[in-house]
């Protein structure tokens, strides 16, 4: 897989087009796409169309969970590639916004990466040796309930067929930055299981061989690779940023506005269509795709 020509392909995609379509959901359901609100029940149908209309066969996982004192019934979506279930490779981001606000970078960019990947597989025509599993999770605002209720629900054979998680939680943010979750800890600290190493240094090709700066970001515990990490699933994944202020090292790499947050609108109403970077989230996209692929491709035992 040439690094170049899937950044190349992912400049050439108009995945703006996704963020227009839950930010239209957003504003025609009181501002927010929440677990178990009917803002999330038409986001699940825009990404529901889109997978089908690739050729995919998207299902629904329903839950439920307590929300202070509600019990709320949700639902994560996936969608599944041909190939091994033995090496299955998954690939997801949070589906819900926050409920007061629409959620554009946090996640709707996220998702615009996933969906666009899967549909990015099946235009190059690329055939996976090892099943890969696209996953939108609910309700990761509230706890990681979503990812959390899917691990759970693994049996140990289900953990041992699953090779590894990707995930990106913002990769549009309008201040942002280039980061993948530091897989051995050698920045942060906290490492991942035994090849979330390697994951990182396929990140970190894609990114070098298109002379994009990038730098790593800690597993903090703060999104869906959580439950994945503590099952004993090797992970990894992109974020763009968001309640950091940028540093002006960042600004030397990346460009924008040093001490301003890397996204201005984190969980915040005016986290809309505004308050994107669509190049970055080409490039991040990209990224995204070019480490599924090379995991899907690779010949495992
Ligand atoms: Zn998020």
């Given amino acids: 897989m040439d690094a170049r020509a899937v950044l190349a392909a992912f400049k050439g995609r108009g995945m703006v087009g996704h963020l227009e379509a839950l930010q239209r959901v957003a504003d025609n359901n009181n501002g927010n796409r929440a677990s178990g609100t009917s803002?999330?029940?038409?986001?699940?149908?825009?990404?529901e169309d889109q997978l089908r209309a690739a050729g995919y066969t998207p299902v629904r996982q329903t839950f439920t969970y307590r929300r202070d004192d509600q019990t709320v019934e949700t639902f994560n979506i996936l969608a599944d590639t041909a190939g091994s279930a033995e090496n299955t490779v998954v690939?997801?981001?949070?589906?819900?916004?926050?409920?007061?606000?629409?959620?554009?970078?946090d996640n709707g960019s996220g998702v615009a990466a996933v969906l666009e990947t899967a549909r990015w597989?099946?235009?190059?025509?690329?055939?996976?040796?090892?099943?890969?599993?696209?996953?939108?999770?609910?309700?990761?605002?509230?706890?990681?309930?979503?990812?959390?209720?899917?691990?759970?629900?693994?049996?140990?054979?289900?953990?041992?067929?699953?090779?590894?998680?990707?995930?990106?939680?913002?990769?549009?943010s309008p201040n942002g930055v280039r980061s993948v979750h530091d897989g051995d800890g050698s920045d942060f600290g906290d490492?991942?299981?035994?090849?979330?190493?390697?994951?990182?240094?396929?990140?970190?090709?894609?990114?070098?061989?298109?002379?994009?700066?990038?730098?790593?970001?800690?597993?903090?515990?703060?999104?869906?690779?959580?439950?994945?990490?503590?099952?004993?699933?090797?992970?990894?994944?992109?974020?763009?940023?968001?309640?950091?202020?940028?540093?002006?090292?960042?600004?030397?790499?990346?460009?924008?506005?040093?001490?301003?947050?890397?996204?201005?609108?984190y969980h915040e109403a005016c986290d809309t269509l505004s308050n994107i970077d669509s190049a970055l989230l080409q490039e991040m996209s990209g990224a995204l795709a070019y480490v599924t692929a090379a995991y899907a491709l690779a010949a495992r035992n």
């Avoid at 690939?91 to 970078?105: K, R």
């Avoid at 990761?140 to 899917?150: K, Q, T, W």
Wanted: glycine content about 14%; some cysteine.
């Fill in 39 to 47: 803002g999330y029940e038409d986001s699940a149908r825009y990404v």
């Fill in 91 to 105: 690939v997801g981001g949070h589906l819900d916004s926050v409920q007061n606000g629409p959620g554009i970078n």
């Fill in 121 to 172: 597989m099946k235009d190059a025509g690329i055939k996976p040796v090892n099943r890969v599993r696209f996953a939108f999770w609910a309700a990761e605002e509230d706890d990681l309930d979503g990812s959390g209720h899917y691990v759970n629900a693994l049996s140990e054979d289900d953990i041992r067929r699953t090779a590894l998680y990707l995930n990106v939680d913002m990769a549009a």
């Fill in 191 to 265: 490492d991942g299981p035994d090849g979330s190493k390697e994951i990182e240094d396929v990140f970190f090709r894609f990114f070098e061989e298109n002379s994009l700066p990038a730098e790593t970001t800690p597993f903090d515990g703060g999104s869906d690779y959580e439950p994945f990490l503590q099952a004993g699933i090797p992970g990894g994944g992109l974020f763009s940023g968001d309640v950091e202020s940028k540093t002006d090292t960042q600004v030397q790499a990346y460009g924008g506005t040093a001490g301003r947050d890397l996204d201005p609108c």
